[in-house]
């Protein structure tokens, strides 16, 4: 029996499913939890979103996306769905300390079968089934292949796959990254003729900016943006009275390394700033020959895919944005 008819059959047995994802949501993680659920809906079984902390505000068109209830808003319920778990799915992170401290223990503590479906490098042995695929441009696109390599794909339509096409994209940096294969393509005109609008897709991403998004983006643009020529990296940096200033919202700051990495000749960017009593880095950058991961890893204690990462700091701001850019001649 493959893997993926192996889940198939633990759905189909299990009566109290419950699918977690990774801390800071990103498109992904929503899409990939999202398209799970819709499926799973439509084999007729129950399942509940359980997230360690709630998504961005410019993901909730989704349908179902107020469903998905999270340990910072709804501990109770989020303990009260684990106890009672009899399957639990583990998407698109690839150990257990990447849901937060609360929610790795009710994962750790559970008394049944969890299967992990993600395409991050270096999986933790934690799971009883795993999907681990990092060829694969995300794991939304591994949840498609569930549903097809399991004999499913009659379930596939606008409801599971808009939420599925949502992962892909937004992992994939637009279908930019080196992580696109012809699958990749191929998984997208399936999701297509069975329903995905995909223009939608695009118009609910790009067409729902506020002024303060706007103004914030603006002001790290004109006010905040580094640029090392000799190394060919940027730089962005905010501190937490400036996210405040623009009235930041959670996603606001999500593209502004992206942003920078657009620019001409520019091979790598990162995004830092001040939240949550911590500093936060997000590295993007352009080819295999520039790979962001092991400075993530090596130094942020992060990490992420070649050239999209994240990673994390407790010195100050200053300190950190120091600290990089004498990091960046021995990576760049």
């Given at each position: 029996?493959?893997?993926?008819?192996?889940?198939?059959?633990?759905?189909?047995?299990?009566?109290?499913?419950?699918?977690?994802?990774?801390?800071?949501?990103?498109?992904?993680?929503?899409g990939s939890s999202l398209g799970l659920f819709q499926f799973i809906?439509?084999?007729?079984?129950?399942?509940?979103?359980?997230?360690?902390?709630?998504?961005?505000?410019?993901?909730?068109?989704?349908?179902?996306f107020g469903s998905i209830l999270t340990m910072q808003l709804n501990?109770?319920?989020?303990?009260?769905?684990?106890?009672?778990?009899?399957?639990?799915?583990?998407?698109?992170?690839?150990?257990?300390?990447?849901?937060?401290?609360?929610?790795?223990?009710?994962?750790?503590?559970?008394?049944?079968?969890?299967?992990?479906?993600?395409?991050?490098?270096?999986?933790?042995?934690?799971?009883?089934?795993?999907?681990?695929?990092?060829?694969?441009?995300?794991?939304?696109?591994?949840?498609?292949?569930?549903?097809?390599?399991?004999?499913?794909?009659?379930?596939?339509?606008?409801?599971?796959?808009?939420?599925?096409?949502?992962?892909?994209?937004?992992?994939?940096?637009?279908?930019?990254?080196?992580?696109?294969?012809?699958?990749?393509?191929?998984?997208?005109?399936?999701?297509?003729?069975?329903?995905?609008?995909?223009?939608?897709?695009?118009?609910?991403?790009?067409?729902?900016?506020?002024?303060?998004?706007?103004?914030?983006?603006?002001?790290?643009?004109?006010?905040?943006l580094e640029i090392l020529d000799e190394h060919q990296v940027a730089?962005?940096?905010?501190?937490?009275?400036?996210?405040?200033?623009?009235?930041?919202?959670?996603?606001?700051?999500?593209?502004?390394?992206?942003?920078?990495?657009?620019?001409?000749?520019?091979?790598?960017?990162?995004?830092?700033?001040?939240?949550?009593?911590?500093?936060?880095?997000?590295?993007?950058?352009?080819?295999?020959?520039?790979?962001?991961?092991?400075?993530?890893?090596?130094?942020?204690?992060?990490?992420?895919?070649?050239?999209?990462?994240?990673?994390?700091?407790?010195?100050?701001?200053?300190?950190?944005?120091?600290?990089?850019?004498?990091?960046?001649?021995?990576?760049?």
């Amino acid at each position: 029996m493959s893997v993926y008819k192996h889940i198939l059959e633990e759905i189909k047995t299990a009566s109290h499913i419950v699918i977690t994802s990774h801390k800071s949501p990103d498109g992904d993680s929503i899409g990939s939890s999202l398209g799970l659920f819709q499926f799973i809906k439509k084999l007729g079984k129950t399942a509940y979103i359980c997230h360690p902390d709630p998504a961005p505000t410019f993901l909730e068109w989704l349908e179902d996306f107020g469903s998905i209830l999270t340990m910072q808003l709804n501990s109770d319920k989020v303990k009260g769905h684990f106890e009672e778990a009899d399957l639990i799915f583990c998407l698109d992170y690839n150990g257990p300390d990447r849901v937060g401290d609360e929610m790795q223990s009710l994962l750790e503590n559970a008394k049944c079968k969890r299967i992990m479906i993600d395409h991050h490098l270096d999986p933790v042995d934690f799971v009883d089934i795993a999907v681990s695929d990092p060829t694969s441009s995300s794991t939304a696109q591994l949840v498609y292949e569930l549903i097809e390599q399991s004999g499913c794909l009659k379930l596939l339509d606008e409801q599971v796959g808009m939420p599925l096409y949502l992962g892909i994209l937004t992992d994939t940096g637009s279908f930019r990254f080196s992580s696109v294969k012809p699958r990749t393509h191929e998984v997208l005109g399936k999701l297509i003729q069975h329903g995905v609008r995909h223009h939608l897709v695009h118009e609910h991403l790009n067409d729902n900016n506020t002024a303060s998004r706007l103004r914030l983006q603006g002001y790290a643009i004109s006010e905040k943006l580094e640029i090392l020529d000799e190394h060919q990296v940027a730089i962005i940096s905010m501190t937490a009275e400036e996210l405040k200033r623009f009235n930041y919202a959670k996603g606001d700051t999500d593209n502004l390394a992206n942003i920078a990495l657009s620019i001409k000749g520019i091979k790598a960017a990162v995004f830092v700033a001040e939240k949550d009593g911590k500093v936060k880095l997000s590295f993007r950058s352009k080819g295999e020959e520039n790979p962001v991961n092991v400075l993530a890893a090596e130094h942020f204690d992060g990490g992420g895919h070649a050239n999209a990462s994240g990673g994390v700091s407790f010195l100050s701001i200053d300190e950190t944005v120091q600290k990089l850019k004498s990091l960046v001649p021995s990576y760049f």
